[in-house]
């Protein structure tokens, strides 16, 4: 959207509605068919009532320089991926709302390329008994992992976008791709086929055209995306300092970790 959570509004949603254009917020997450059929596993009540969310996106950083200065992206980790585990939370239980974060994120590794983060762990509490949690890195090696959990009352269900749907390879030389984000592939790994199906993008793409063509509501907007971004500010006030913050959230910050002191993140980074 933007870094600034009143440009959202101003900028964009309003503009928008004014001019009667859509606001189409790509989340591919929840286009992603493995994901789509877990989303339908706990719709038909095979795992009973919802009770805990996971999801975990990690890799060793992104390919393009804009995601490690955050005067262009923002911040670290949680901008970047953060972002689709709390849009794809709120798809799996979209009736109910998220009222407090709790949040620690840190920079471990990456502290020469980057002001922030590289580390975040995210505690989502919902309206009702269910709690997300979701951990995103930029320092794992190795293959990159995608991974949901929906624990229930009746039954519980795994899903693994990448290494759950790839073939086991091993490679002295390393392969030409296997998965996006990936430093080596030298060894044992993950080979990928299909990456873009497997995550949704085209099915996404295809959602978004026939909203156009067709004047349908998209299943996800650009309030979605200023939702997802009062969140994230809520997870780096959380951080910063120390506590639990309850929803509604406000903040006028120019770009979102500057609700995060230094002082915090290499406190983090001592231990």
């Known amino acids: 959207m933007t870094n600034e959570l009143n440009l959202c509004q101003s900028k964009l949603i309003d503009v928008c509605k004014v001019a009667d254009a859509k606001l189409m917020y790509a989340e591919e997450l929840c286009f992603a068919p493995k994901y789509e059929r877990l989303k339908a596993l706990l719709d038909d009540g095979a795992l009973g009532e919802p009770v805990l969310f996971k999801q975990s996106e990690k890799h060793d950083g992104p390919n393009s320089d804009h995601f490690w200065d955050i005067e262009s992206s923002g911040g670290g980790v949680t901008m970047d991926m953060g972002c689709h585990a709390i849009q794809f939370f709120r798809c799996l239980h ?19 390329k980057t002001e922030g983060e ?24 190795g293959d990159m992992d995608d991974k949901v959990e929906v624990h229930g009352s009746e039954g519980v269900a795994y899903a693994d976008i990448l290494q759950g749907n790839s073939i086991q390879t091993y490679s002295n030389k390393g392969v030409d791709y296997a998965v996006e984000k990936i430093g080596n592939t030298i060894g044992w790994g993950y080979t990928m086929f299909e990456g873009s199906w497997n995550h949704g993008f085209p099915q996404e793409f295809k959602h978004l055209m026939d909203c156009v063509k067709n004047d349908k509501q998209p299943l996800v907007t650009g309030v979605d995306g200023k939702t997802v971004q009062k969140l994230i500010l809520a997870a780096y006030e959380s951080t910063e300092t120390g506590k639990k913050v309850l929803l509604p ?20 980074q001592l231990f």
């Open 94 to 112: 979209p009736k109910k709302n998220i009222k407090l974060v709790y949040a620690q994120i840190m920079t471990r590794v990456h502290q020469d």
């Open 118 to 141: 590289d580390n975040s762990i995210i505690i989502l509490k919902l309206e009702d008994v269910v709690t997300a949690i979701m951990e995103e890195s930029w320092t794992k090696l």
């Open 249 to 268: 959230f406000k903040s006028d910050v120019d770009i979102p970790y500057k609700l995060v002191e230094e002082s915090i993140v290499v406190t983090f």
